[in-house]
T-cell receptor, first 115, second 112 residues
């Protein structure tokens, strides 16, 4: 079974530039998550989708971050404009459903460096 | 206060050693607990869920103490391949059901 796919794997940009990340979840997984992992910390949820609807975006910095999952499958996360503190690994995860013991499967992540 | 607190280590142990990691969580209503493993520059992967009665998977034993809001992971007979960061994870409830709260991770290095 194919895992969660993400691209690009690495991105280097200058501050104030824009950047977009793409995620393709495991086939059939209704729930999709975007996490931010800063070096030395655990991942922190940015946004969660159930099919194409947003379930939880309370920790998304909406002044600069946006995300969409238009057809309930692939998702994109955008940062505009980027700041130095956005340097992190952006992890996409998916799960079959939204339930207490449902396992979240993570993609390899996109490493972003903002200069 | 952070949702999940974890000692970052690092822990450096010889092969064959027994090592234990601990973490505490702040929300007493939490009901789902996990340990994830993250290899260097890789994504987190589920190691095991943690149940109230405690559970074991080969050399790994997880325990939960709800009264103290404390979770532990014990690794027996450490292998070189156990070297990784171990993340303590608690799942949200209600409106944050899907949200996983991660500790900062405990780094383990097993040396020959």
């Amino acid at each position: 079974e194919a895992g969660v796919a993400q691209s690009p794997r690495y991105k280097i940009i200058e501050k104030r530039q824009s950047v977009a990340f793409w995620c393709n979840p495991i086939s059939g997984h209704a729930t999709l998550y975007w996490y931010q992992q800063i070096l030395g910390q655990g991942p922190k949820l940015l946004i969660q989708f159930q099919n194409n609807g947003v379930v939880d975006d309370s920790q998304l910095p909406k002044d600069r971050f946006s995300a969409e999952r238009l057809k309930g499958v692939d998702s994109t996360l955008k940062i505009q404009p980027a700041k130095l503190e956005d340097s992190a690994v952006y992890l996409c995860a998916s799960s079959l459903a939204l339930a207490y013991q449902e396992t979240q499967y993570f993609g390899p992540g996109t490493r972003l460096l903002v200069l | 206060r952070k949702e999940v607190e974890q000692d970052p280590g690092p822990f450096n142990v010889p092969e064959g050693a027994t090592v234990a990691f601990n973490c505490t969580y702040s929300n007493s209503a939490s009901q789902s607990f996990f340990w994830y493993r993250q290899d260097c520059r890789k994504e987190p992967k589920l190691l095991m869920s943690v149940y109230s009665s405690g559970n074991e998977d080969g050399r790994f034993t997880a325990q939960l103490n709800r009264a103290s809001q404390y979770i532990s992971l014990l690794i027996r007979d450490s292998k070189l391949s156990d070297s990784a960061t171990y993340l303590c994870v608690v799942r949200g409830r209600g409106s944050t059901l899907g949200r996983l709260y991660f500790g900062r991770g405990t780094q383990l290095t097993v040396w020959p």
